[in-house]
Structures are given as C-alpha cells and as structure tokens.
C-alpha cells in the first residue's frame, strides 16, 4: 500500500511538471503518445529471411568391378544354351534368343533396337545353313552424342547349326549382361553401346563370309560415329579357362594394352593372343577402328553339341566381367 501511494504521488508530479522522462515512467505505465509523427524505419538486412540452401548434387558413382554380378552372367548362359539351343543366326531360333537378349536390357534400363541385315546362304562349320534377315541387338543409355568419344562392348549371339553354344558365345552375351547391369545407375569414362551381334559364325572360308552383323553395324556408322569410337571390345568364348586370353588383330593394339591394365587393376590373370582376326573386333579393325578381344582359350566341345552350360566356368565369367568393368572405368 505505501509503495502505491508513492507511485500516485509521483505520476501526479509528473503529470504536473510535464517533464518525466522515457526512463522515470512508473511500473505499468503506458507509454506517452508522440507529439510527431515518425519516419518509417527500413527494413535491415537481417530481417529478411534467409534462402533454402540448394541441396548438394549426389555425387557421381563410377562402374566398378566388383559391381559385376556373375550369376546374371550364369543366368544368360543357361537360357540360351540350355533352353533355347543352337541358334544360327538366321533361324528362329535366333530370334527368339535376339528377343530375349533385348527383354532383359530394357528391365536393366536400358534403350533398346534391333538392326536387322541380310545373311546369304553357306555352309557353316560342314552344315549347310539358308539365307534370310538376321539382326543386332542395340542398346545405348540415351547419352552417345555424333562426335563425342564412346565405347562399343560386343558379343555375337548366333553360334554354328549343331551347337547350343554355351561357351560359343552364351558366354560373351552373359557377360554383356552383367556389364550392363553393372552400369544401371552408374557412369562410364565415356559412353557405351552394347550390341549383341547375329551371323558371326562363318558360311564360308574368306572374311567375307564371316562376321556378318559386326560388319553391318559398321557399315552403319555416321563419318562422326567413326572417328569418336575409343575402343570396341568383343567378348568370344569368354568362360573357359583360368586365365583370360587379351586378343588383338593387329601387334601394338591401344585397346589391347587398356585391356591389359585394366585386367590387372581388376586382379585378372591374362595372357596376350596377338594376330586374333576370328571374332567381330576385326570388322572394327580391319575398317580403320580400334579393337580387341577378350577370350578364345580352345576346349574340347567348340562347335559341337557338347557346348552346354556346363562346360562354363562361373570364375572365368567373374574375371571376364571384372576386366570389362575395369576398363569401362
């Protein structure tokens, strides 16, 4: 109570003298009203409110060997040999097995064509076979550009009249489809097409009765499309032994020397194969464009139809995978 009389006694003080300042106004007075108006005040800097920080990009990640699944490779192997058989590269049996290779790239994620071409008549491996269409299988990621530098990964999927083919190529087309998923989700060093090629097989004795697709693929490449090819790489018989054959047609190959680095970041014992002409590198080569092989160790059942998914090797598909992975790298 007698604090409260204080206060009334000062207020009316105040009040009277018309002089009490902002800092001797009374507990719970209100404030007095100015006699001017004031100026505005402009907003500060720190009253604006901040942006939402842009969210850092994901950093790239890089095709690694060991993201290689060898069962998918396996997989392949068992489908075409052991389900579907011999499969010359102008039969339907070919196409059921082109169809199928195609299938599986686009689950992978992959943007998929068929280049259909002509195959003549012949005998191949002592079996006369007819003439008719035949295709490759085509798949890109939607990022080769004309004249940018890419990279061709390759394995023809057709084999010889009696054989189901298992090492002869199952193999290699196994192998393409790890490398492919593999590179779902993941980057190159440059861009890659993987092409499954029909009528590799021979129908004759020349080169030119040979390696059919390959050397349709490359008749079908843009003046560009051939001078940015970095390096083509065909997978032949690539699931046998314990070593991996590194081939090239010609001696000094660039391709063959990354393949053999790449082997050997990879861990992948190799051996070199050099004056290699018999699988689709040598359509690349022998047209001006770097190329090598990966595979050819001989075996017992090539060309015939003891070539079953048994006579492939999970660990030569493993060293095989890796490689390619390595030098996609």
Do not use: K
């Amino acid at each position: 109570m007698r604090r409260s009389a204080i206060a009334s006694v000062g207020l009316v003080a105040c009040l009277a003298l018309g002089a009490c300042s902002e800092g001797s106004e009374p507990d719970g007075a209100p404030p007095a009203t100015p006699t001017t108006p004031t100026a505005p005040t402009t907003p500060t800097a720190s009253a604006t409110p901040s942006s939402t920080p842009e969210p850092e990009p994901e950093p790239v990640r890089r095709v690694s060997p060991d993201d290689v699944r060898v069962a998918t490779a396996v997989a392949a192997v068992e489908h075409l040999a052991g389900r579907i058989g011999p499969r010359p590269g102008t039969s339907p049996a070919y196409r059921r097995a082109a169809r199928w290779v195609q299938g599986r790239l686009e689950e992978l994620g992959w943007t998929v064509e068929q280049q259909p071409f002509r195959t003549p008549a012949g005998v191949s491996w002592g079996v006369p076979v007819r003439a008719g269409r035949s295709t490759n299988v085509v798949a890109t990621r939607g990022e080769v550009r004309p004249g940018r530098p890419w990279l061709l990964v390759g394995a023809h999927l057709d084999t010889v009249p009696q054989a189901p083919g298992a090492e002869d190529n199952a193999s290699g087309v196994g192998v393409l489809l790890a490398v492919a998923e593999a590179l779902a989700g993941r980057q190159a060093r440059m861009p890659v097409v993987l092409v499954a090629f029909g009528s590799e097989e021979p129908r004759g004795p020349s080169d030119d009765e040979h390696h059919y697709g390959s050397r349709a693929y490359v008749a079908g490449l843009s003046t560009a499309e051939r001078g940015s090819l970095n390096g083509m790489v065909s997978l032949d018989r690539v699931g046998v032994g314990s070593v991996l054959p590194v081939g090239s047609a010609e001696d000094g190959d660039p391709v063959q020397r990354q393949l053999l680095a790449a082997a050997e970041r990879a861990g992948v014992p190799t051996v070199v194969d050099n004056q290699q002409r018999s699988s689709d590198h040598w359509s690349f080569v022998r047209a001006g464009l770097p190329g090598a092989r990966l595979g050819s160790t001989s075996y017992a059942a090539y060309h015939s139809a003891a070539d079953v998914p048994s006579v492939v090797s999970r660990d030569q598909l493993r060293r095989t995978a890796r490689t390619v992975a390595a030098w996609l790298r």
